[in-house]
């Protein structure tokens, strides 16, 4: 196979434990990442070393990598042009950054993201249309079964599920025709919500494919973490930018992501619009 670098993002006694004196007898350049399979884990912070590893060997001539890559979401971040993605990387979160320099779009920067909300927005509500057959609600909304069902809701996306949370679940409505999804997270800037947004919107894309179902993300207010988790959905499904999945949604609900899940959405909008080049390209 003529392997010249290898990336073991699984590195450790208790994973695949190599090393590079496992390789001693090889021509091989070993690089180690010891990492988790868990929601909780943080890769993350490994992704530009990464990147910059597989690079700094890409450009040497002859030189092939294997990567025993355990995270789908690092796998998708290494098949983005790795060049492109270090540059926007390392560009402010306050700046505007340009992915396709034939396009129109620069993804905006943090603060310009912000003043999207300064622009007004309805009457805040219990719970809004925001999409056809999909809502954001509150509390309130996802604790009244009777309104639910009434309603016709058949699946909930809980973005405050747990204990110190909205604390329903699947035996909450036990009683009811409703599929529950529960994301745990916490209305913090810290918060990675980021990890959730793919199987979140697949979730909800899945209830949408049949045009009888009626989905509801909320968390406690209706705001942050459950807006967060539509505004993804709308970007990763329906292929719209970060502005216009803002602009769609602060048109039917008062909505306001803390500064951090913008910025998340924000590095989502430059991976997708970096996917989309790609893909116009090859």
């Known amino acids: 196979m003529g392997i010249s670098h290898v990336v073991?993002?699984?590195?450790?006694?208790?994973?695949?434990?190599t090393g590079r004196n496992f390789y001693k007898d090889l021509p091989v350049d070993y690089y180690g990442v010891e990492a988790e399979?868990?929601?909780?884990?943080?890769?993350?912070?490994?992704?530009?070393?990464?990147?910059?590893?597989?690079?700094?060997?890409?450009?040497?001539?002859?030189?092939?990598?294997?990567?025993?890559?355990?995270?789908?979401?690092l796998r998708q971040f290494l098949q983005i042009q790795m060049p492109e993605c270090l540059k926007a990387g390392k560009k402010n979160a306050y700046t505007a950054v340009k992915v396709d320099p034939d396009g129109d779009y620069c993804t905006p920067g943090a603060f310009e993201l912000e003043r999207l909300f300064w622009k007004g927005?309805?009457?805040?509500?219990?719970?809004?249309?925001?999409?056809?057959?999909?809502y954001i609600g509150d509390e309130k909304t996802a604790l009244d079964r009777y309104s639910l069902e009434k309603a016709g809701f058949t699946h909930i996306l809980n973005a405050a599920h747990g204990q110190?949370?909205?604390?329903?679940?699947?035996?909450?409505?036990?009683?009811?025709?409703?599929?529950?999804?529960?994301?745990?997270?916490?209305?913090?800037?810290?918060?990675?919500?980021?990890?959730?947004?793919?199987?979140?919107?697949?979730?909800?894309?899945?209830?949408?494919?049949?045009?009888?179902?009626?989905?509801?993300?909320?968390?406690?207010?209706?705001?942050?973490?459950?807006?967060?988790?539509?505004?993804?959905y709308l970007m990763i499904y329906k292929n719209m930018t970060v502005v216009d999945a803002i602009e769609q949604v602060s048109r039917h609900r008062c909505i306001l992501p803390n500064r951090g899940f913008l910025k998340q959405l924000r590095e989502l909008d430059i991976a997708l619009a970096l996917q989309r080049r790609n893909t116009k390209n090859s």
Not at 56 to 64: D, G, I, T
Not at 182 to 192: I, K, Q
Not at 203 to 225: P, T, W, Y
């Open 121 to 134: 927005c309805p009457k805040y509500t219990h719970v809004n249309e925001v999409w056809p057959n999909l």
């Open 164 to 232: 110190r949370n909205v604390d329903t679940g699947p035996e909450y409505y036990h009683d009811m025709t409703v599929e529950y999804h529960g994301v745990e997270a916490d209305d913090l800037p810290t918060f990675n919500l980021s990890q959730f947004f793919y199987s979140a919107s697949k979730f909800i894309d899945n209830a949408l494919q049949d045009e009888r179902n009626k989905v509801l993300v909320h968390c406690a207010m209706g705001r942050s973490r459950s807006a967060t988790l539509v505004l993804a």
């Open 37 to 73: 399979d868990n929601p909780n884990f943080d890769l993350s912070i490994y992704f530009y070393p990464v990147a910059r590893y597989i690079r700094a060997a890409l450009n040497s001539p002859r030189e092939y990598v294997f990567g025993n890559i355990r995270n789908l979401f």
């Open 8 to 17: 073991n993002a699984a590195a450790g006694r208790f994973h695949i434990d």
